[in-house]
């Protein structure tokens, strides 16, 4: 049971990875990713992410500049607030358009 409980996470992520690879817009990539964690914490709005920034770049499979550059360009909008790990959703549902 331990074996298969491990196999069918390892089979989630790597589907989620999928997922991200495939999808074209950074912007979409950021949304979802920041709606999962935000679910992964109670839909709280204010929250830490397990990955840095170089790391969620790798994750998105972009560059870091790149990746910054659209996450400033959030910000600016008032969609997301964030500081290094820790994020804070300003407007959910601006989010929740950008992810589908």
């Given amino acids: 049971q331990n ?4 196999l ?3 089979a989630a992520l790597l589907d989620k990875k ?14 979802r990713f920041l709606l ?9 709005d204010l929250f830490e992410i397990p990955l840095n920034r ?8 972009v560059q870091r500049p790149s990746l910054s550059r659209e996450m400033t ?7 997301i607030d964030f500081h ?4 804070r ?3 959910r549902e601006a989010l929740r358009r950008y992810a589908n």
Avoid: P
């Fill in 3 to 6: 074996m298969l409980a491990l």
């Fill in 89 to 91: 959703l300003l407007d």
């Fill in 73 to 79: 360009r959030m910000k600016e909008e008032r969609i």
């Fill in 84 to 87: 290094r790990r820790t994020f």
């Fill in 18 to 31: 999928i997922e991200y690879l495939t999808t074209k817009s950074l912007r979409k990539k950021i949304a």
């Fill in 36 to 44: 999962e964690e935000s679910a992964k914490n109670q839909d709280a």
């Fill in 8 to 10: 069918a996470n390892q």
């Fill in 54 to 61: 170089e790391a969620l770049a790798e994750y998105f499979d």
